[in-house]
């Protein structure tokens, strides 16, 4: 690595210009993308899990052709994240390996199990809701491609959100079994997805790197706040009650202030030790196993194209 080569890619960054795959970056800057990148196509791909699991179960047609299109898309999200990702030179193969042995995370929020109809509502308007403040704030990282990708996801994302405060909306405002369906849905989803931005600015050993080259733009804390200010007063729109009894309005910073989260659980749901990590990853190795033939499959049907062997 030579001195002129650090100085014109950190200048780069520093005018607000996107890095391309070809573009020379430090092995650090690479390995710290495809650490994040894969992380968050992981979580999109296991994250169809504990909604695909209430397809069979959606209370009406239209609410189930409305969570298959979602669950699709979630599938897409990871395809695209999976692509840039791979823009760094590592192979699709590494990172799904990656993922089987533990080596890479996924989000700790697809720990938890869907237990009712209202957790499909919590899922849409706080999971995607706090992916979208995450999301929002990438489509400005300095990665060129994983700030595309992120522009086309917070796209699909905010109807996410509202299929799933649409959902809640319906039950808060529905019958008192409902009523109380929607709350206790609430009360289980509100910190896990507070723990999807990550630990405390001062705990985030990732952080200071990730600002000075502009791959965040806002810190965990940071975005955790706005959805906290975001999200109370739709909860209150609805009549919900967020479950946190420190939770209260400063007039000053005119921002709500909130609980301490039990990080003991975030960390050992992130190690591996959640409720359901283990069936995920079995799902997850599972359903690789079995589409090895389709795998196979799709690439001799390129490589006999690429020869030129026409199939019509
Ligand atoms: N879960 O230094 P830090 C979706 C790990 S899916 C698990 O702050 P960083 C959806 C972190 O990896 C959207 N692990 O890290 C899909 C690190 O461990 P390693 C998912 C977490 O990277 C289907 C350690 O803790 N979104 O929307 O600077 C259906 C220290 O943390 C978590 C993304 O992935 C966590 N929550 O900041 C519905 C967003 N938080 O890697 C919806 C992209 C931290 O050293 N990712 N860790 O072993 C990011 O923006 C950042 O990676 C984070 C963490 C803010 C999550």
């Not at 996801?153 to 405060?165: L, V």
């Not at 896990?192 to 050993?205: C, E, V």
Request: some cysteine; aromatic content about 10%.
């Amino acid at each position: 690595m030579s001195t002129t080569q650090e100085t014109t890619f950190q200048g780069k960054i520093d005018k607000g210009l996107k890095i391309e795959p070809r573009d020379w970056m430090p092995d650090k800057y690479r390995t710290h993308l495809i650490r994040q990148i894969s992380q968050h196509a992981h979580s999109e791909v296991i994250g169809m899990q504990p909604e695909g699991n209430w397809i069979t179960r959606a209370p009406s047609l239209r609410a189930k052709m409305v969570l298959i299109a979602k669950v699709q898309d979630e599938a897409g999200h990871g395809l695209y994240l999976y692509s840039a990702c791979e823009t760094l030179g590592i192979t699709r193969d590494e990172l799904i390996s990656q993922l089987h042995t533990g080596k890479a995370k996924y989000s700790n929020i697809f720990n938890y199990p869907t237990l009712t109809w209202a957790d499909i509502g919590a899922i849409g308007w706080l999971v995607d809701g706090a992916a979208i403040v995450n999301q929002q704030s990438l489509r400005g990282t300095s990665y060129g491609p994983y700030s595309r990708a992120m522009i086309r996801i917070c796209k699909e994302e905010s109807f996410h959100q509202r299929q799933g405060y649409e959902i809640m909306s319906k039950m808060a405002n529905g019958t008192p079994e409902q009523q109380e369906m929607a709350q206790d849905a609430l009360d289980r989803w509100w910190w896990p997805s507070l723990m999807m931005f990550g630990p405390h600015d001062l705990d985030s050993a990732h952080t200071s790197n990730a600002m000075n080259w502009k791959i965040k733009r806002e810190t965990n804390d940071e975005l955790r706040q706005l959805f906290v200010d975001r999200s109370v007063k739709q909860a209150d729109l609805i009549g919900l009650k967020i479950p946190d009894p420190d939770l209260k309005w400063n007039q000053e910073t005119r921002h709500y202030e909130f609980g301490e989260i039990d990080w003991d659980e975030f960390w050992k749901v992130i190690n591996g030790d959640g409720f359901c990590n283990k069936e995920r990853l079995n799902n997850h190795t599972t359903a690789h196993t079995k589409g090895q033939w389709v795998r196979e499959a799709a690439l001799a049907y390129a490589e006999k194209r690429n020869n030129g062997v026409n199939h019509e």
